[in-house]
């Protein structure tokens, strides 16, 4: 058995070798097909083909080029042709480019890599490869879908512009000191996003912190994505906002400020004007107010003032209070009964139109409310709701 060669030893052991079959195909078709593969797969997860544009993709981009190539060469048709079931090499021939006609330089820039400088193009670096991390973004960010329960958000949204308005609420650029629990707001590819729901805290293989959010957006949609998400997101966006919220500091204190007034009163006023809508709502339009005087000196010749509707007025009510900040207090009624401000037009004494401020579609007993609110500090906790007529938590609208 020794003298027998590598054919004897086999033929002895009863093994049949089959002769290599000759591929049929050459390198250069084999690199077609190859190629062409690419493509389909491409297809087949994004249901279009590939497109060029610098705002796709650069592997997008790349198989944009690569399918124009293949659709020029003579021998793609007969190559391909029980591969193409989606008719790529004949679809969309008109919006392919001239891959031939470009010189070097603009090819590289169709891929998206004409712009680095010429030591940053070693062959050996990988470039334009996504991390692990941009891998797992699919996993990570949800799809927006509409949000059946926007009509329960949106009254929150259009409150948030209102208190933005009257300097309630303030935006801030987004940094590290911004938090995503439930009721923050933030502005994200110019939408308002709120923060609706968090679900259990774990952490992440970095040992950081992360939850999955419901996230509503002021255009009627909602995502469930990541807390690490959300905020990669808004890092992204340069023009990206954090919303602060409506407690913007103390209305009573020790330490006076430029518009504290030592000793104040609001009022709330009842107009006797003879106007059809104001007579009609008499007991529910009210004016709020804050002097740091006294209200009968406030409201003298108010028949003659377009601010009091043109007519008398009677004082309802009055709260004494200490140590206020003015502007603060009428930002946060503006904040509170922004939705219930009456939209009425007269003419002044002049027969110039007017449009009056402070007059509020709100029952005088609510208002009290607010003020009680006020002074424990509450008030920052409930909203108007008009359908209601009542001040409700802010998760119950």
Known sequence: MADMNDDELLDALGVEVAPLKASSRTPRE???IAGFEDILRFHQTHGRAPLHGEGRDIFERLYAVRLDQIRQLPEAQTLLAGLDAPGL?????AASVDVDAMDEDTLLAELGIGDEPADQRDITVLRHVRSSTEKRAPEEIAERTPCAEFDKFQPLFEQVERELKAGVRQSRQFGRDSNFKVGNFFVLGGLLVYVAEQGDIFRTGNNEPDAR???VYSNGTESNLLMRSLQRALYKDENA?????TNMGPLFGDAPEPDDIETGTIYVLRSLS????VAEHRELIHKIGVTGGKVETRIAGAEKDATY???DVEVVATYKLHNLNRTRLENIFHRLFGAAQIDLTIEDRFGHPVKPREWFLVPLHVIDEAVQRIRDGSI???LYDLKSARLVGQTQQ
Do not use: K, W, Y
Not at 89 to 93: E, F, I
Not at 241 to 245: D, E, I, S, V
Not at 274 to 277: E, G
């Open 274 to 277: 003879s106007h059809p809508f």
């Open 380 to 382: 920052t906790d409930v």
């Open 30 to 32: 084999e690199r077609i």
């Open 241 to 245: 906002r954090m919303l602060t919220g």
């Open 213 to 215: 959010l419901r996230v």
């Open 309 to 311: 509707l043109l007519a």
């Open 89 to 93: 090499l004949s679809g969309a021939a």
